[in-house]
């Protein structure tokens, strides 16, 4: 908790305190001795003593070892108890008792030992729940704190697990175009430059503008595509306003990846089939391919992006505001995502 906000918990515990002398105030029927002392020696003592158990009780939770708390905190109950009824004492003593009760001796009575270890025992428990509440708010917040940084840690991990993999691919690609000496290879080596790009400075981010997604998901295509004898092959479609709208970066690439590995080649066209719809509140993201039997379409068994991976990053980054729906009929993979925005 900021150091201004257990400024106000204990203001406000104050004013609680002030309203509640006011109270008894209204309460009493001429007792000016008691007033007097609501007024002046008591919030003094009661300050005191609020203070010394909420400092002591601070130390229960920086210290292992709980044997000097307790010992400090027994010292401090049998400090106060005098101390309230010897500073009460010397103020009515010189601050002019005899001017209120001028027929009547000043004696330290029963009473006052009596109410001296009530109001030690009320402020002592005052000052545990206030140190209390204050450390659970910031192990609350720790604890977010925490969370966020072990959920950012692992979508660092999980997107160190997309990038090489794309990379290693498209490379594989170029290598290949130049290998056979294919004029298609200087233009993949601009997409290389352009998904490199986007890779090491955009995909850094927690979200991305979903026309550098989309630009990113083209060059994709068209290296894949660089392959193909058929470039009717992949038909994207997109539909929607794209102004304004974000996205995890690399969030959409892997379900076109493993489409483009796993589809089958022999197949009526177009074998892969993209549509991304981008309404008003959500965005539709649609991969449909054609599988060739005995194909783990599931899960790319050397070095792919499971599934599992995919899911885990939307858990993270969209909790609750995404539907992601895999569907595999005969020799049909489909796989439908719905992100709220």
């Given at each position: 908790m ?16 002030f309203?509640?002398?006011l109270?008894?105030f ?7 001795v ?38 400090f ?16 004492y ?27 270890i ?9 000052a545990?729940?206030?140190q ?20 950012s ?19 594989n ?20 430059s ?7 400075y ?10 550098k997604?989309i ?13 193909l004898?058929h470039?009717?092959f992949v ?20 379900f ?12 009526t ?8 719809t981008i ?10 391919n054609?599988f060739?039997?005995?194909?783990s379409?599931?899960k ?11 899911r ?19 020799n049909?993979?489909?796989v ?6």
């Open positions: 900021k150091t201004k906000y257990k400024i106000l918990v204990h203001v406000a515990f104050w004013i609680y305190m309203n509640q002398i109270l008894t209204a309460m009493m029927s001429g007792k000016k008691d007033f007097f002392e609501q007024i002046t020696i008591y919030p003094v003592t009661s300050f005191i003593t609020f203070y010394s158990f909420y400092f002591t009780y601070s130390l229960f939770f920086t210290r292992k070892n709980k044997l000097c708390p307790v010992l905190l027994i010292m401090v109950i049998a400090i106060l108890i005098p101390f309230r009824v010897g500073l009460e010397v103020f009515w003593k010189y601050i002019g008792y005899s001017h209120i009760k001028p027929e009547e001796p000043l004696m330290i009575t029963g009473g006052w030992w009596f109410n001296s009530r109001l030690v025992i009320i402020y002592g428990i005052y545990l729940f206030i209390l509440a204050i450390s659970w708010f910031e192990t609350q917040k720790l604890k977010s704190e925490l969370l966020v940084e072990k959920q840690s692992e979508l660092a991990l999980l997107r160190s697990q997309i990038n090489p993999h794309f990379l290693f691919n498209t490379l690609n170029i290598y290949s175009l130049v290998y056979k000496k294919s004029e298609d290879a200087p233009e993949a080596v601009m997409k290389m352009a998904i490199m790009r986007y890779m090491l955009d995909a850094t981010t927690d979200k991305v503008m979903l026309e997604e630009e990113y998901l083209k060059s994709f295509i068209e290296l894949e595509k660089l392959r004898k470039q009717d038909e994207l479609n997109i539909s929607g306003a794209l102004e304004g709208r974000t996205i995890a970066p690399m969030l959409l690439i892997p076109v990846e493993n489409a483009f590995k796993h589809c089958s080649k022999n197949v066209f177009p074998g892969i089939r993209i549509n991304l309404g008003a509140h959500e965005i539709r993201f649609e991969v449909i054609y060739r039997k005995n194909s379409v599931a790319d068994q050397v070095g792919g992006i499971g599934y599992n991976n995919i885990r990053r939307l858990n993270l980054l969209y909790p609750g505001k995404h539907q992601l729906n895999i569907i595999c009929d005969e049909l993979y489909t439908k995502l719905i992100l709220s925005i």
